[in-house]
């Protein structure tokens, strides 16, 4: 998986739109960027994936530049429940396999306050 | 978790035995992942299987062992050998390899303290 860079920390408050940007400067060309969220003691979470432009669903849209070199997840009106962590990743795991920091770093910690 | 389970969710084991922890699905992927995470800490890849009986090590492989005999099932095994076993194992699984794609389903874990 090409390196990743997040914030590890970020605060907001209830029912504002919460930005997470992740930089991944070394993309490769078939590299998709995916998004997951952990609950506390709890498996990660497929929030959404993108590769060009902006991508939406039901629980956030994801914004892509045209050089691919960062994304930002959106959240819109955020809830206390959403106080989680949040992981960026970029590739997959197999064609990228002995790269640094291969899987999930530590995130951003997303804290949301009443 | 969704069509993905793990059992126990909470495993005691003395130091020196030998425990399985099961990972189950019902999402027909082909792939499945075993993951450790620790206090603080993202998610360390053990093993992951492509397929039916092939897997493959990850980061962390020294002192588990996994197998993969059925599609639905990929039960990962902590041996006496692993140093720091005491962690929270986490199972998942996707649909058919696509390059570049890292679309994966999480089960709910496995808390497993040694002692």
């Known amino acids: 998986l090409a390196k990743t860079t997040q914030p590890i920390s970020m605060d907001s408050y209830e029912g504002q739109e919460v930005n997470i940007t992740c930089s991944h400067n070394?993309?490769?060309?078939?590299?998709?960027i995916t998004w997951y969220q952990q609950f506390p003691s709890q498996g990660p979470r497929f929030i959404i994936q993108?590769?060009?432009t902006k991508v939406t669903n039901e629980v956030a849209s994801l914004f892509i530049p045209a050089d691919r070199k960062s994304s930002t997840l959106s959240l819109p009106r955020v809830s206390l429940s959403d106080s989680d962590v949040y992981y960026c990743?970029?590739?997959?795991?197999?064609?990228?396999?002995?790269?640094?920091?291969?899987?999930f770093g530590t995130g951003t910690r997303l804290t949301i306050i009443p | 978790d969704g069509g993905i389970t793990q059992s126990p969710k909470y495993l005691f084991r003395k130091e020196g035995q030998n425990v399985t922890l099961s990972c189950e699905q019902n999402l027909n992927h082909d792939a499945m992942y075993w993951y450790r995470q620790d206090p603080g800490q993202g998610l360390r890849l053990i093993y992951y299987?492509?397929?039916?009986?092939?897997?493959q090590k990850g980061d962390i492989a020294e002192g588990y062992s996994v197998s993969r005999e059925k599609k639905e099932s990929f039960p990962l095994t902590v041996t006496s050998a692993q140093k720091n076993p005491t962690a929270f194992y986490l199972c998942?699984?996707?649909?058919?390899?696509?390059?570049?794609?890292?679309?994966?389903?999480f089960g709910p874990g496995t808390r497993l303290t040694v002692t």
């Open positions: 070394n993309i490769a060309t078939n590299d998709y």
């Open positions: 993108g590769y060009k």
């Open positions: 990743l970029v590739g997959d795991i197999i064609s990228n396999f002995g790269n640094e920091k291969l899987t």
């Open positions: 998942a699984s996707s649909p058919r390899y696509r390059q570049g794609s890292n679309e994966q389903y």
């Open positions: 299987s492509q397929i039916v009986n092939d897997f």
